[in-house]
């Protein structure tokens, strides 16, 4: 790591290459976690497919990947299953039912970790399912997209006795919601404002940026790597999908979220050099995902 000062470090590739290291041979799929992707809608589903694709088809790592979705689009999103399972809500993305304690909790039996909110849209009933997860679920949980914009109409106190990880993913205009303070504001201080909503709130935050910041509230990492061609529709989902992969089987500490950091960053810009910044689309980072962690573990240029 480069030592910045004041407890902020930018990550390089040594970092976490004991993320990406090579597995055992006496190993099964349930050494490497169960994780859930709850999001989609029938305007949005195909977040839900890149995060999925991210989280197992692109092996970004997890053993088994549960997707769950809303009963309407279940149709939708299983012809891109394969190795995945699938879990239909018993509700309808255009015409909310309240959902059940017991169907959350059926829902989300035994994952290890949970990425929540890709694709979801808007709804007053979100704002439920979230509370219930915080307050009840001991797993990580990766708050992304719709899920950051339903938190951002929450108290956030909430976030400060939860009994899980909870890790929050914005950009800077989420970000602006979630803090209630200005992009200009945040630009001034990305790093001292980070750092303190973090600790404030008991979370990890991942700002998105041309320097990803991540931090717990006490250190930050900071990682340069990404390009211009992921400037487009689905990165964010993409990103969400390595993580929660990645919490499938390590720890859920900051190291671990830098390293998700690095390696979609590191898979975009093997994208960009295929496709170019101007024609490259979310789902080429995902098709690049396994050259990356070999160029992590050292086994290419």
Known sequence: MIDLGNNIKKIELKDIKDI?????????????????????????????????MSAVAVRSGCGIVRVIVP?????????????????????????????????????THKLN????????????????????????FSYPIVIDADGLNTLAKMDLNILKNAKNK???????????????KSIEQIKQDKIKISKEFAKTYNVILLLKGEETIITD????????????????????????????????????????????????GAAGE????????????????????PKAIKYIRGDVP
């Open 71 to 107: 009963k309407d689009i279940a149709i939708v999103i299983a012809p891109y299953l394969l190795e995945q399972t699938l879990y239909p809500l018993d509700y309808n993305s255009k015409n909310h039912m309240a959902m059940s304690d017991k169907e959350i909790e059926k829902a």
């Open 270 to 289: 093997l994208a960009q050099k295929e496709f170019t910044d101007i024609s490259m689309r979310a789902s080429d980072t995902i098709k690049y995902i």
């Open 166 to 180: 909870i890790i929050l993913t914005p950009h800077l205009k989420e970000f602006e919601r979630l803090s209630k």
């Open 113 to 136: 970790a949970l990425a929540i909110g890709m694709g979801w849209g808007q709804d007053q009933e979100y704002i439920n399912i979230l509370k219930k997860l915080i307050n009840t």
């Open 20 to 52: 990406f290291k090579e597995r055992r041979r006496d190993t099964n799929k349930g050494d490497y976690g169960t994780v859930g992707i709850m999001g989609g809608s029938l305007e949005y589903s195909g977040a839900i497919k890149l995060a999925n």
């Open 217 to 264: 509230g006490n250190i930050v990492y900071v990682v340069d790597r990404g390009c211009a061609g992921m400037a487009t529709a689905g990165s964010g989902d993409v990103l969400s999908g390595i993580l929660v992969g990645l919490l499938g089987y390590q720890n859920p500490n900051i190291l671990t979220i830098a390293g998700g950091a690095f390696l979609a």
